[in-house]
Nanobody, 118 residues
C-alpha cells in the first residue's frame, strides 16, 4: 500500500510557526476519503505519539501538549492534511508523520523533521 508523503518541516525558533502538509497518493484516495486522519510525532528512543486527529466529518482532537497551539485541517479535494503549529517550543522537536487512523492505517512515510531551537 502506498504511503502518505509529509512535508513542511524545518528549523524554527521558539515561538515560531510551521505548517506541515501530508499528501495522500491517488492510489489510496478511497481509503483516505473514508478515514480519520492523524498527525503523529516521534523522538529518538520514544514511542510515536498522536498529537492531532480529524475524523472524516471534521471532528478534531488534540493531545494536551498540542491544544491551543496546533490546528489540524484537511482538504479532501486535494487529498491533503495539514498541521498548523504555532508558538512552537523546543519540546516540539521531533519527526512528524501523518497516517490514517484505525485498521486501514498503512505504512509509515519518511516523515518531516521539525526542529525548534534558538
Amino acid at each position: 500500500q502506498p504511503h502518505l508523503v509529509e512535508s513542511g518541516g524545518g528549523l524554527v525558533q521558539p515561538g515560531g510557526s510551521l505548517r506541515l502538509s501530508c499528501a495522500a497518493p491517488r492510489a489510496i484516495l478511497s481509503t483516505y476519503s473514508s478515514s480519520d486522519m492523524g498527525w503523529y510525532r516521534q523522538t529518538p528512543g520514544k514511542e510515536r505519539e498522536l498529537v492531532a486527529s480529524m475524523t472524516k466529518r471534521g471532528v478534531t482532537n488534540y493531545a494536551d501538549s498540542a491544544k491551543g497551539r496546533f490546528t489540524i485541517s484537511r482538504d479532501n479535494g486535494k487529498r491533503k492534511v495539514f498541521l498548523q503549529m504555532n508558538s512552537l517550543k523546543s519540546e516540539d522537536t521531533a519527526m512528524y508523520y501523518c497516517n490514517i487512523l484505525g485498521p486501514s492505517q498503512g505504512p509509515w512515510g519518511q516523515g518531516t523533521q521539525v526542529t525548534v531551537s534558538a
